[in-house]
C-alpha cells in the first residue's frame, strides 16, 4: 500500500523560480526521504531527513518534516530546466528492516 | 566502488513466458536488496526484500518470486507471465547513510 501522498500531483514553473512539493503520510516513521526520477530512468535519492529532526539542506534542496503532522515538504529554489523530473517521497518505518513505502510523485516542469 | 548493476534495460515478453531479472551489487558485502516494481503513473511498489543468501520477503502476493542465490545477486523471475506483470522493475541496495540506491531499472511489457 502506498503511505506517501505527494501533492501537488504536476507543477509547471519558470525557471529561477522556486518549487516546492508536500508529502503526508499516514503511519510512524523512522525517516522519510526524497527521490528525483527522471523519465524512464532509476530513482535518485536526494535527501534523508530523520523522525527527530525538522528541517534539512542539501544544496538547492531544503526538507521540512513535521511529524505531528505527518507531512514534509520539499523546496527546490531557484530551480533550473534540469530539474525537470518526478519526484518521490519514501518513508520508513523501520520496524526490524529498513524498507521504503513510497508516494505516487510530483511530476515537476520547469521552463526555460 | 559501490555500483550496481541490473539487466536487460528493456524486455517485451508474450503471456505465459518465464521471466528471469537480475541486480547484482559490486563493492560490497551482505547488503540488504529489494525489487520494486513501478506501474505507468504511479508509485514504487516494493515486491521483494532480502537481508541474505536464501533469504526473501514477499510484500505482495503475486504471480512474481525472488531468489538470493548469492550474497551480491538478487532475481526476479516467473513461471508464467501475465498482462498485469508489465512495469518498470528497480532493484535497490542501501548503501551507508540510509539512502536508498538504485539500479536503472528494466521496462518490461508483457504482450
Known amino acids: 500500500s502506498q503511505q506517501g501522498e505527494e501533492d501537488p500531483q504536476a507543477l509547471s514553473i519558470q525557471e529561477g523560480e522556486n518549487a516546492t512539493m508536500n508529502c503526508s503520510y499516514k503511519?510512524?516513521?523512522?525517516?522519510l526521504q526524497w527521490y528525483r526520477q527522471n523519465s524512464g530512468r532509476g530513482l535518485v535519492h536526494l535527501i534523508l531527513?530523520?523522525?527527530?529532526?525538522r528541517e534539512k539542506h542539501s544544496g538547492r534542496l531544503r526538507v521540512t518534516l513535521d511529524t505531528s503532522k505527518k507531512s514534509s515538504s520539499l523546496l527546490i529554489t531557484a530551480s533550473r530546466a534540469a530539474d525537470t523530473a518526478s519526484y518521490f517521497c519514501?518513508?520508513?518505518?523501520?520496524?526490524?528492516?529498513?524498507?521504503?513505502?513510497f508516494g505516487k510523485g510530483t511530476m515537476l516542469l520547469v521552463s526555460p | 566502488s559501490q555500483t550496481i548493476h541490473q539487466w536487460p534495460a528493456t524486455l517485451v515478453q508474450p503471456v505465459g513466458s518465464p521471466l528471469s531479472l537480475e541486480c547484482t551489487v559490486e563493492?560490497?558485502?551482505?547488503?540488504?536488496l529489494y525489487w520494486y516494481r513501478q506501474a505507468a503513473g504511479r508509485g514504487l511498489q516494493l515486491l521483494f526484500y532480502?537481508?541474505?543468501?536464501?533469504?526473501i520477503s514477499s510484500e505482495v502476493p503475486q504471480n512474481l518470486s525472488a531468489s538470493r542465490p548469492q550474497d551480491r545477486q538478487f532475481i526476479l523471475s516467473s513461471k508464467k507471465l501475465l498482462l498485469s506483470d508489465s512495469g518498470f522493475y528497480l532493484c535497490?541496495?542501501?548503501?551507508?547513510?540510509?539512502?536508498?540506491?538504485f539500479g536503472s531499472g528494466t521496462r518490461l511489457t508483457v504482450v
Open positions: 535497490a541496495w542501501i548503501p551507508s547513510g540510509g539512502g536508498y540506491t
Open positions: 503511519t510512524s516513521i523512522n525517516n
Open positions: 531527513i530523520r523522525s527527530n529532526e
Open positions: 519514501a518513508t520508513d518505518a523501520y520496524s526490524g528492516y529498513s524498507t521504503l513505502t
Open positions: 563493492g560490497t558485502s551482505n547488503p540488504n
Open positions: 532480502s537481508v541474505g543468501i536464501g533469504q
